[in-house]
C-alpha cells in the first residue's frame, strides 16, 4: 500500500459571485485523507465543510474553485474535463449526502436505482446507454434478471438490509430513513470507490439507527480498505468514528488532530467549545454550554480569526492573519494566535509580552510556506 496520503488538496479557495461581490465560502484549506481511514471535518453549519467536498468532485458549477493542488491517488484532478471528473466520481470518489429522500428517484425501485450505478461502473459488461436503458427497462423488460440487478442484491445485503432480494423490488417511499441511508450507501459503493465523502449521512436518523449506520460505514472501511471522509456537524460522531479530524469555521481550518489528542488537548477556544456542548452521561450541568452567536456570512467575516467575535478569549493579536502553531503530538496543528511564543494564556486572559517578537512569529510562518497557513498532517511543516 502507497504511503502517500488517497486525496491531498492543498490551499483551496472557493468564491461565488453574489450580489453582494465576490465572497469567499472556503478560504485556503488544505487537508489530506489517507488510505484506509476515515477523516472527519466538523463544524457549524455555513463553516464550508460541504463546499470543500463538493469543490473538490467538481460539483459547483457556479463557484470559483482554485487551489495549489487537489491531488487524488497522485493525480491531479485541477483542471479535468467534466468528462475525466465524471470518470472519477462514482468510479475513484463516491458522496453520500444527508437526505435520502431527496437523493434517491422516487419513481425507480432502489434495485433499479443502484444496479444502474453498477452498469456505468461497467464491471457487469452490460450497456449503460439510454437507448440500453429503455429498451431493457420497456421493450425487452430483462432489466431484473441482469448480472447488474443480482449486484444491487448483494450490494444492498453487503449494507445489512434484511431480505434484500425482496427489498430490491421497493420505491424509497416504502423503506425507513435508516434503510433509505443504506440504500443510498450500496449505490456509493456499487461503482467500488476508494473514497467515500459521507456528508451528514445520519443527522435525519434517530441515534439508534445513527450508530447502525456508523458501525456499518467503519465495517465496510474494514471490509474493503476504503477511505471515508465524514463530514458532520457532531463531535461526538467524529469521537465515536474518525481517526484524524479537521474543524472548520467560516471556511477556515481552526484545529486538526487525531482525535484522541483533540479530545484530550483541545487548544482553539472554537474546539474547546464545541466539546462543552456535548452532552455527557454523567453531566450535573442544567443547562449545556453553547457558544453565543453564529457563524459570520462569508461576506461579513471580521478581519485576521473569523471567530474573535465570538471568543471569550480574543485579545490584541486576534486581528492579524492567522497561522497554524502545532501542538506536541504530531499533526496537532492550531490556527489561534493564543499559541503565539509571545502571548502568556492564564486560560482566561492573554497577554502578548512582547509585541515585536509576536509578529515576528506570525511572519515567520507566513514564511514558510507561500500558503501562509497550511497543515502539514504528521507534523513538520515542509
Ligand atoms: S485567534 Fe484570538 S479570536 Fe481567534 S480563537 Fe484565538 S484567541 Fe480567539
Known amino acids: 500500500m502507497s504511503a502517500e496520503p488517497l486525496l491531498e488538496v492543498e490551499n483551496l479557495h472557493t468564491t461565488f459571485e453574489t450580489e453582494r461581490g465576490e465572497v469567499p465560502a472556503v478560504d485556503g484549506v488544505s487537508f489530506t485523507v489517507d488510505r484506509g481511514e476515515v477523516f472527519g471535518v466538523v463544524g457549524e453549519s455555513g463553516s464550508g465543510k460541504s463546499v470543500s467536498a463538493l469543490s473538490v468532485l467538481g460539483l459547483l458549477d457556479s463557484a470559483r474553485v482554485e487551489a495549489d493542488a487537489v491531488r487524488f491517488d497522485g493525480e491531479e484532478l485541477l483542471g479535468k474535463s467534466d468528462r475525466e471528473m465524471r470518470e472519477v466520481r462514482g468510479n475513484r470518489i463516491s458522496m453520500i449526502f444527508q437526505d435520502p429522500m431527496s437523493s434517491l428517484n422516487p419513481v425507480m425501485t432502489v434495485g433499479e436505482q443502484i444496479a444502474e450505478v453498477v452498469r456505468h461502473h461497467g464491471e457487469t459488461g452490460e450497456s449503460a446507454s439510454l437507448l440500453s436503458e429503455l429498451r431493457r427497462k420497456y421493450v425487452t423488460g430483462t432489466s431484473e434478471k441482469s448480472p447488474s440487478w443480482g449486484r444491487a442484491v448483494e450490494l444492498l445485503e453487503t449494507v445489512g438490509i434484511p431480505e434484500p432480494a425482496e427489498r430490491a423490488h421497493e420505491y424509497p417511499h416504502q423503506l425507513s430513513g435508516g434503510m433509505k441511508q443504506r440504500v443510498m450507501i450500496a449505490q456509493a459503493?456499487?461503482?467500488?470507490?476508494?473514497?467515500?465523502?459521507?456528508?451528514?449521512p445520519t443527522t435525519a436518523l434517530d441515534v439508534t439507527i445513527e450508530a447502525q449506520i456508523l458501525n456499518e460505514l467503519l465495517d465496510l472501511r474494514d471490509e474493503f480498505g476504503l477511505s471515508i471522509m465524514l463530514i458532520t456537524h457532531d463531535l461526538?460522531?467524529?469521537?465515536?468514528t474518525c481517526d484524524r479530524v479537521a474543524v472548520m469555521y467560516a471556511g477556515e481550518l481552526m484545529e486538526t488532530a487525531d482525535t484522541a489528542t483533540l479530545f484530550e488537548d483541545p487548544r482553539h477556544p472554537y474546539t474547546r467549545g464545541l466539546i462543552s456542548s456535548i452532552p455527557r452521561v454523567d453531566?450535573?450541568?442544567e443547562w449545556l454550554d453553547a457558544i453565543e452567536g453564529n457563524v459570520p456570512e462569508p461576506a461579513d467575516k471580521p478581519s485576521g480569526c473569523p471567530f474573535r467575535d465570538r471568543c471569550d478569549a480574543a485579545f490584541a493579536l486576534c486581528d492579524q492573519p492567522l497561522v497554524g502553531y502545532r501542538g506536541e503530538q504530531a499533526g496537532h496543528t492550531t490556527w489561534c494566535h493564543l499559541y503565539n511564543d509571545a502571548v502568556e494564556y492564564d486560560g482566561e486572559d492573554a497577554t502578548v509580552v512582547d509585541v515585536d517578537r509576536a509578529r515576528e512569529v506570525i511572519e515567520e510562518h507566513e514564511a514558510e510556506e507561500d500558503v501562509p497557513y497550511r497543515p502539514q498532517f504528521g507534523g513538520e511543516y515542509a
Open 189 to 200: 459503493l456499487a461503482g467500488d470507490p476508494d473514497l467515500l465523502i459521507a456528508d451528514e
Open 283 to 285: 453531566d450535573d450541568r
Open 236 to 240: 461526538a460522531v467524529v469521537r465515536e
